[in-house]
């Protein structure tokens, strides 16, 4: 009651529209002397005179409340102050209370002063909210004693400087409001920086660190400090800094911020109370420290994401920032030690003295090897010869055409592990976490930003960590020829563009193949290695999503799969470079008068490694990735009739939406299509694994499935007639003349049942076809 008509008194010449209290709480526009808020009726707040900002018990968690500035009408009702953010109040017996000695005061329930202004002021007599979103205490003349604008917490308003004293520091994270590890504040230089404030490191990552001060436009030699934007957005500091928002229609509200993710944003408030960034500065996610924790690595698929190094184990599955741990700490004694490489990586900072330019690849390598204070090195592949090792690595980040390879040490016994070429697991490397705000800001200029960044720099390739990864093994091996390592490092998943490939084609003139997607013409790279291009004539995705696919096709590898080399994605041309098989497809030898030169043993090797193959695809790489178009024509022979399955990840390619693909024109080829495709079931892995059954079939018998009239239950027919009167033989190829492993064929003609089964779930998964071909039958 006292409250209240001192509330009345003070109120009153100016402030008409005040006490217009709606539902629930009262709104007071200022608190005297011995007033209190407390949670427990939290509708109860200050507000500013026109209502724009309240002040009161905010709710943080559950039963945990922060005395707070917020936008009364923004749509989530922005918070733009905290007193104690760090150290929330109990929902009852909390109070904020204006002391009679003039101080404000948090008490939580206990009693204890969780936050309080300064005992040695000047008594104040009033709080108020101002109009600007400033938090005052006033003296009877008016005068300020103390502002909320003078220890801002993660926002700046209009017309709120930072100053040498303050700072703003991010929240730690989405839905958090206690102190992260981002601040932007005047460094001792003058300057004004977004740092990287962790407990054990500090980092600044804006303005660029590898730019120097004058470059990043700033000027170092006012030592005022003080950086302000105006009630339009127009902002400047006195290192020179200076930014206009996007959109400086007058009379909105805006804010800087910054974000949980290290970013700081201008946003402006619309029309329907929500927020638009309307400036960011030039950085992109992966930019920022400290994203990823030591050994992680930032990159775009399309958006920012945290990924471990392969063999590497995320330390806490919630915290990025805590990093990745390796399988086993790094030993010192260098013969114990390998290297694993990734590709267009590097660990920003944390150099070891350099061991000096124009280093080779090899010098700088064993150099680090005989350092124990070396974890790992960036090597810069564009010439110069720069080795820079490092004695930590955070930072991680990877950047399309970067021209850099990191090398991170690992113990041996791990690496023989990973690198073996079968054992990596793709699901761990789609971790994407960071994307929260690509979503909220779809329409925003950031995502522009991004996308245009993306565009700029032509992604791709920068996603070709696993790429980077086989290399492992290979380096191992090559320690004696060391020369090669340095060129075998240079060659990369890589973007090409479309007039290189024109040239590389003869301007598209040799056709070597042709299918649902598109063409296939051999060419010839500057670099002397053959390839086969596909030019793409059905892809309807734009940009962004055809890099990330692309990408994620590139960063698969397995010796039973054809390796894509790189692609080209400009204007609406959209290609892809494989690496070029010698042997062509198998159809055009097994279905040709040269069949008998594919002996038995080709052909068992050759079902074996596609079995191996889309085992790969199915099982230890992403579950869904299915093949779908499993049939002769895309399973390729190299020069030593090695197989390799093609066109896989495709249909990522052409339906991204339509992950359970329907039954379509493009997907399947008939005569091998799973019964399921025609009954419009769910398609799953086992559609390939009928598929494969039905290749394996034509393996044996040399018959095409095409020529049995387009139906391929003929053929099935008439080899399961025969083999159910005990005639495996009857079935076999008769240009093989008899030359028949007969305990081979058995395994064969088994598996060949078992996939071609018209109920899916009787058929068997790809890994036990391997086994069951392997003759190792304990999981038949
Ligand atoms: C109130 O504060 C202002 C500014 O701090 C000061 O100039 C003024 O003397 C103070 N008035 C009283 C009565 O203390
Ligand atoms: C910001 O806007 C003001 C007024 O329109 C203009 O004078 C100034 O040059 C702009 N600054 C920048 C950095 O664009
Ligand atoms: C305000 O911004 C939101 C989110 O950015 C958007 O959905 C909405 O259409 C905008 N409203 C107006 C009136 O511009
Ligand atoms: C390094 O390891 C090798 C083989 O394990 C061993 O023979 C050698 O003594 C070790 N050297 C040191 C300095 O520990
Ligand atoms: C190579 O990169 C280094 C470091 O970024 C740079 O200083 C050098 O100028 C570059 N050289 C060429 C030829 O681009
Ligand atoms: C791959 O890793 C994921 C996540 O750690 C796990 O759930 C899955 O079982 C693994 N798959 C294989 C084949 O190891």
Redesign the pocket.
């Known amino acids: 009651m006292e409250t209240r008509l001192l509330l009345l008194r003070a109120a009153l010449p100016l402030f008409i529209l005040c006490l217009s209290a709606p539902a629930g709480g009262r709104e007071f526009l200022s608190l005297r002397s011995g007033d209190s808020l407390s949670p427990e009726e939290v509708e109860d707040v200050l507000v500013s005179p026109k209502r724009t900002f309240s002040g009161g018990f905010h709710e943080v968690g559950t039963n945990a409340y922060c005395f707070s500035v917020w936008f009364t009408s923004s749509v989530d009702k922005t918070v733009v102050w905290m007193a104690n953010r760090d150290s929330p109040v109990n929902g009852r017996l909390s109070t904020v209370r204006l002391e009679k000695r003039g101080n404000l005061v948090l008490k939580d329930a206990d009693g204890s002063r969780v936050w309080e202004t300064a005992a040695s002021l000047p008594a104040a007599t009033s709080v108020e909210l101002s109009e600007t979103g400033n938090l005052v205490l006033l003296n009877q003349t008016r005068g300020v004693i103390w502002e909320s604008f003078a220890s801002p917490t993660d926002t700046l308003l209009p017309l709120q400087p930072l100053t040498k004293g303050n700072k703003l520091v991010s929240r730690s994270g989405p839905g958090s409001y206690s102190s992260g590890y981002y601040s932007l504040r005047f460094s001792d230089d003058n300057v004004l920086k977004m740092v990287y404030d962790a407990p054990k490191v500090t980092s600044v990552y804006w303005p660029k660190p ?1 730019i120097s001060t004058f470059d990043s436009g700033r000027f170092p030699y006012n030592s005022r400090r003080i950086a302000m934007f105006d009630s339009l957005g127009h902002f400047s500091s006195t290192d020179k800094l200076k930014f206009n928002s996007s959109d400086d229609t007058p009379g909105r509200w805006r804010r800087l911020t910054l974000d949980y993710d290290g970013m700081a944003r201008l946003y402006t408030l619309n029309g329907s109370g929500n927020w638009e960034v309307t400036w960011k500065p030039e950085l992109h996610a992966c930019n920022v420290h400290g994203l990823c924790g030591t050994y992680g690595i930032c990159v775009y698929s399309p958006e920012p994401s945290c990924q471990c190094p392969p063999g590497f184990r995320m330390i806490d599955p919630s915290d990025w920032s805590r990093g990745c741990s390796p399988p086993s700490p790094p030993k010192c004694n260098s013969s114990e030690i390998d290297f694993l490489v990734l590709q267009h990586t590097d660990y920003f900072g944390y150099d070891l003295e350099t061991y000096g330019e124009k280093v080779s690849f090899e010098d700088c390598r064993n150099r680090c090897l005989s350092d124990c204070k070396c974890k790992g090195l960036a090597y ?1 592949l ?3 010869g ?1 080795c820079y090792p490092k004695f930590n690595l955070l930072n991680g980040y990877q950047m399309p055409d970067y ?1 850099t390879v990191m090398l991170i040490k690992v113990s041996e016994k791990e690496t023989t592990l990973i690198g073996d070429g079968e054992a990596l697991n793709c699901t761990e490397q789609r971790s994407v976490l960071l994307n929260q705000y690509s979503e909220s800001e779809s329409q925003s200029p950031y995502l522009k930003y991004l996308v245009a960044f993306v565009a700029a720099a032509g992604v791709v390739e920068g996603m070709c960590i696993l790429f980077g990864w086989w290399w492992i093994d290979r380096i191992h091996r090559r320690e004696k020829e060391s020369t090669m390592g340095y060129q075998a490092l240079m060659l990369g998943f890589k973007r090409f563009t479309y007039a290189e490939l024109k040239i590389a084609t003869h301007n598209f003139r040799e056709e070597i193949g042709r299918g649902g997607f598109g063409t296939v013409f051999k060419g010839v790279l500057s670099d002397d290695r053959v390839v086969a291009v596909k030019r793409l004539e059905v892809v309807s995705q734009g940009e962004p999503e055809f890099w990330a696919e692309v990408t994620f096709i590139g960063r698969i590898n397995h010796m039973n799969l054809l390796k894509m080399w790189g692609f080209c994605a400009e204007g609406k041309h959209r290609l892809l470079v494989y690496e070029f098989m010698e042997n062509g497809s198998v159809d055009k030898i097994l279905f040709s008068r040269y069949a008998a030169s594919l002996g038995w043993k080709k052909r068992f090797d050759i079902a074996m490694g596609t079995a191996k193959g889309l085992c790969y695809l199915h099982e230890e790489c992403l579950e869904w990735i299915l093949h779908c178009d499993i049939k002769p024509q895309n399973i390729l022979l190299d020069e030593n009739f090695r197989p390799k399955v093609g066109d896989f990840g495709m249909s990522k390619l052409i339906e991204k939406n339509n992950l359970k693909y329907r039954f379509s024109t493009v997907r399947g080829t008939r005569g091998y299509l799973a019964p399921e495709w025609m009954i419009n079931q769910e398609i799953t892995a086992k559609a390939d694994v009928f598929s494969y059954g039905v290749v394996l079939l034509e393996l044996v018998t040399g018959k095409s499935a095409a020529d049995f009239h387009e139906d391929v239950h003929n053929l099935i027919q008439w080899a399961q007639s025969k083999l159910r009167q005990g005639d495996e033989m009857g079935i076999v190829d008769t240009s093989l003349a008899g030359d028949v492993n007969e305990e081979q064929l058995r395994r064969v003609v088994k598996v060949i049942l078992m996939c071609l089964e018209v109920e899916k779930d009787r058929r068997p998964s790809m890994s036990t076809v391997v086994k069951a071909l392997q003759g190792d039958d304990d999981d038949c």
């Open positions: 590898d810069k564009n010439g110069t720069n021209p």
